[in-house]
Every structure is written in structure tokens, then in C-alpha cells.
């Protein structure tokens, strides 16, 4: 980590996976991910998507709004990436980033093992893995998402759900229920869940043709 604390309040640029570049100053860091400020926002982002890093030149660095690059970030005081989760499931709204096209914004409701529930106002709940959460970024709390005065939630009186503990349990639960995969992505596919294997799950679409999507390339599932 000796890298990155030579970065701290430095203006860097990051390329991760997914052909995706954000700079920004180094705010923090921790044993498995990063809080970065682009202007008024803190990206957290894990570790483990970061492909490269490499220091603003003067120039680029002058591009951007200066301020206090001490501020603290406005989550979790223990930097690590599911402490970050369990601080925005108190009722954050916030964006993610998990596909190379399109973020998603919505709550985090349970924070699993090795996935997160998510409640998106667009595509309601989403079941995301860890290991595809590319970044997080939570909204002020003055904040009104869609124009509503009040951040949006599931509706009061909607039905409580259970979820499993592990990812591969909780899409065995789904069996029968209509899914998307990938949402939002080019890749994205839809259709009734059949059963799911070791590696992949087994689709019927609106043609009523079985198709078999990779379980480790899903990165969200959408569901109702």
C-alpha cells in the first residue's frame, strides 16, 4: 500500500476494467478499496478493478475545481468494501456502477455474503455479486433523486422478502420467476429462469428457446 499513500491528495487518473477512467483526488484508501473525489462526489471503488494508476499532470490537474482534499468521505470509518455496503443499506441512496455501459441508482436493502439486494426505482430489485460492484457513490443527503422530495423507496405496504445468505442459494430460490440478466448492458437477456447448474443458468426466452447464460459473467440480476 506504499504506492498509495505516496497518492493521497494527489490528483490521479485510474483506468479500470470494463474500459472505464475516472480521475480525481486520492482521498483514502483501504485494504480493499479506494475513495477517490471528482468534484463534489466520492467514488469508492474496489482494488480489485483498478488496472492502472498514474498522477495528473499539472495541466489536467488544473482542469479540475479545487477544494479541500482533506475533506472526509461521507460513508463508513473503517474503509473496506462491505463495511462501505453496510453504511449505505441505513438508507443511502446511491449509484453503482456494474456493467461498462450503464450505472443504476436505487438503496441497497441486505447486504449478503457475497451479493447485495438492490432496490432500483427503474428496474426494482436487483441481485448484484460483490466482485462486479465496480463503484459506489453516495448522494448528499440533501439530495432529491428524480425531482420526488423524499428518496424513493419500495412502497410501504410491499411484501417482505427473503433472500439467502449466498448468491448461488438465492438464485436457486428464483426458480419459475421471470429475470433479467445483465441489465443494461449489450449483453443484457431475459426470460424465465429454469433451473440454474454448477456454472450456468438455464433461460427460456419469449421464442421459448432454452438459452444458457455463464453464471460469473452475470453482474446483476433484475427480478420481480
Not at 449505505?88 to 455474503?113: C, D, R, S, W, Y
Not at 428524480?146 to 433472500?163: D, H, M, T
Request: aromatic letters at 10%.
Amino acid at each position: 500500500m506504499k504506492l498509495l499513500k505516496t497518492y493521497v491528495g494527489e490528483f490521479i487518473h485510474l483506468e479500470l476494467v470494463g474500459k472505464k477512467e475516472v480521475s480525481g483526488v486520492l482521498i483514502d484508501f483501504g485494504s480493499d478499496v479506494l475513495v477517490l473525489r471528482k468534484q463534489d462526489e466520492f467514488y469508492y471503488i474496489p482494488l480489485i478493478h483498478i488496472r492502472e494508476i498514474r498522477l495528473l499532470s499539472k495541466e489536467e490537474a488544473d482542469s479540475f475545481t479545487q477544494f479541500d482534499a482533506i475533506t472526509a468521505p461521507p460513508l463508513a470509518d473503517k474503509l473496506s468494501l462491505i463495511e462501505i455496503l453496510r453504511a449505505a443499506e441505513k438508507g443511502i441512496f446511491v449509484e453503482l456502477n456494474v456493467t461498462a455501459h450503464q450505472p443504476v441508482h436505487g438503496h441497497i436493502t441486505h447486504v449478503m455474503n457475497d451479493y447485495i439486494v438492490f432496490f432500483s426505482p427503474v428496474y426494482q430489485t436487483m441481485i448484484i455479486p460483490l466482485q462486479h460492484i465496480k463503484w459506489l457513490i453516495p448522494y448528499p443527503a440533501s439530495s432529491h433523486p428524480y425531482g420526488f422530495s423524499q428518496s424513493i423507496r419500495q412502497e410501504p405496504n410491499a411484501p417482505v422478502k427473503l433472500f439467502a445468505r449466498t448468491l448461488d442459494k438465492q438464485i436457486e430460490s428464483m426458480q419459475g420467476a421471470f429475470i433479467t440478466c445483465n441489465i443494461g448492458d449489450k449483453e443484457s437477456m431475459s426470460g424465465k429462469l429454469i433451473h440454474k447448474e454448477t456454472n450456468f443458468l438455464d433461460l427460456m426466452t419469449v421464442k421459448e428457446q432454452d438459452v444458457h447464460v455463464n453464471v460469473h459473467h452475470i453482474k446483476a440480476i433484475a427480478y420481480r
